[in-house]
């Protein structure tokens, strides 16, 4: 019998450590997985450490979960290296989302025929600090009329960032006073104006890893703790196709696997408004009920890219996707389904299915008990004790206890009726 090959992933990380430490301690459970074609794997992790790297050293890794790079440039430039050098696959890709940050994530979602808001890019309030700006400005930089834009966009509207940045910037444009006010202080970020969605029925934030996408009701105007509600059906059943495909759209499209979208959805129609996010939010006191799934998505994906031995891709391919986006016998809907069999095929989802039945069929249940054990009791109680001030300890373990725990009666019962 072959020996049974040792996978390692590497995380790299900030300042979480709630869902690492779940991920480890689910990985460490997983025990030895046994392959369609009989060959046993385990899987190991390790937290990934910033230091002087040589361009030729050969990474140990196979693949990491990347949630540092998008603004510590040093190891994003190591991630890179490896993918490059060392077929190192990565969750996410640096090349991707260096180079499709917001700006192009929206112009390219809407080549391909998504309903975005209207949005404009406008200049930096403050110049660049560059001494070749006054003489480019002068010469080539036009006056434009601030109000004129906002006018034809409509009240209220949305200044942020064109790179995004975690909500730093945003800010919702009521009135000519507030506009003016955020592009002063916008100083040399370079910002865009955008269309709001007004009277929106419901505002679905989705988590996607790999093919696997979880829809969930948010409600941005409240504190972290409460912006996840748990919602079932909030959405009709062609609303939730539309999200649904829209979200692996775009995660396909840019190769991000480990991605969350946001969309307004008002009488039938889905406006995708926010969509490429290096870091999506996975905190425990953020999903609450859906932090078990989210863990168990990213460790069967995990799984399923290691011992398949997925290849990665660094590189953008749009021309079946614009192939689709100008068929003129596909209408709106149809598009959306042609989009849907390129993600489909881009995450090699039957593939993945027949995986996860085969090599990962006790990953639920084993999921389910730890949650319902006391570690993740401990896990929860450490991560409230460090997120809260200590007056609000018991309030917040109560709350999360208790969503943590129709999280378990719910899975239990789905787990039994699939007999």
């Given amino acids: 019998m072959p020996p049974t090959t040792d996978h390692l992933v590497g995380l790299l990380l900030g300042a979480e450590e709630d869902w690492p430490t779940a991920f480890e301690a689910l ?13 046993e794997h385990t899987l190991t992790t390790e937290r990934l450490t910033i230091e002087p790297f040589n361009l030729r050293d050969r990474a140990r890794h196979e693949l990491v979960i990347d949630r540092l790079a998008h603004w510590y440039y040093h190891p994003r430039e190591w991630l890179k290296k490896v993918a490059l050098m060392d077929d190192v696959y990565l969750l996410n890709s640096p090349f991707s989302f260096q180079s499709m940050e917001k700006h192009s994530a929206y112009c390219a979602m809407m080549r391909l025929g998504l309903k975005v808001p209207d949005t404009v890019l406008v200049p930096y309030k403050n110049p660049v600090d560059n001494a070749r700006w006054a003489y480019t400005s002068a010469k080539y930089n036009q006056s434009f009329d601030l109000d004129e834009i906002a006018d034809r966009l409509g009240y ?84 939730g196709r539309e999200v649904l495909a829209i979200s692996q759209t775009v995660n396909a499209f840019f190769r991000w696997e480990f ?51 997925r290849r990665a891709r660094t590189t953008v391919d749009t021309d079946p ?51 319902d054990g006391p570690d993740f009791r401990s896990l929860l109680t450490s991560t409230v004790h460090q997120t809260y001030p200590t007056h609000e300890w018991e309030r917040f373990e109560a709350h999360f206890g208790c969503l943590l725990g129709m999280w378990v009666s719910d899975e239990q019962g789905r787990l039994a009726a699939q007999g």
Wanted: proline share 6%; with cysteine.
């Fill in 156 to 239: 209220p509207l949305f200044m942020k960032p064109f790179d995004g940045g975690g909500w730093r910037g945003v800010s919702m444009i009521r009135d000519r006073e507030a506009l003016h006010h955020a592009y002063d202080e916008s100083g040399e970020m370079l910002m865009h104006l955008q269309a709001s969605v007004p009277d929106y029925e419901h505002f679905a934030r989705s988590l996607t890893i790999g093919p696997e996408t979880m829809v969930m009701k948010f409600l941005p105007d409240q504190p972290m703790h409460d912006r996840y509600t748990v919602a079932h059906g909030f959405l009709s059943e062609q609303e």
């Fill in 321 to 371: 996707w614009f192939a689709v986006a100008d068929d003129p016998a596909l209408d709106y809907r149809g598009r959306l389904d042609a989009y849907q069999g390129l993600a489909d095929d881009y995450f090699d989802t039957d593939r993945y299915r027949e995986f996860c039945a085969a090599t990962l069929p006790h990953l639920d249940e084993m999921v389910l008990e730890w949650v």
């Fill in 259 to 309: 991605n969350s979208c946001e969309m307004l959805v008002k009488s039938g129609e889905v406006h995708p408004i926010d969509y490429a996010n290096a870091c999506p939010d996975v905190a425990v006191t953020s999903l609450h009920y859906y932090f078990p799934w989210a863990m168990a998505a990213l460790l069967r994906w995990t799984a399923f890219c290691v011992v398949t031995g």
């Fill in 27 to 39: 990985a460490r459970r997983l025990g030895v997985l046994r392959a369609a074609d009989g060959s």
